[in-house]
């Protein structure tokens, strides 16, 4: 399952992507239910058409990461605030920073 090696000293090719965290509302137990499934639907888009390389919730629960190519940050941020959650206040605050992704892609391997 192992593809060609690829060249150590190529150069990366790194894609815009965004480390995004979402932190939830004090409340977000009791605001976050009604909204649950339309919040799914959305990240199950955004990871279907590769807007989104990985999204999930900490384990403590304080806030949601997920990862995102975007055009920027802006972009980046506008993919998030289309979100349930940030439209209902489930997720109070957003911080968005840019990441250097390891990817197959970016390392070279497709």
Request: glycine share 6%; net charge neutral.
């Amino acid at each position: 399952m192992s593809g060609p090696t690829p060249d150590a000293g190529a150069p990366l090719r790194f894609e815009p992507t965004y480390l995004v965290t979402a932190v939830f509302a004090a409340d977000a137990a009791v605001r976050r239910e009604p909204h649950r499934a339309a919040h799914l639907a959305h990240v199950r888009a955004l990871l279907a058409d590769g807007a989104a390389l990985v999204a999930g919730a900490r384990a403590d629960l304080t806030a949601s990461v997920l990862v995102l190519r975007a055009a920027d940050a802006a972009a980046a941020r506008a993919l998030v605030a289309q979100d349930p959650y940030w439209r209902h206040g489930v997720w109070t605050t957003l911080d968005v920073v840019d990441f250097l992704a390891a990817t197959s892609h970016t390392l070279g391997r497709t």
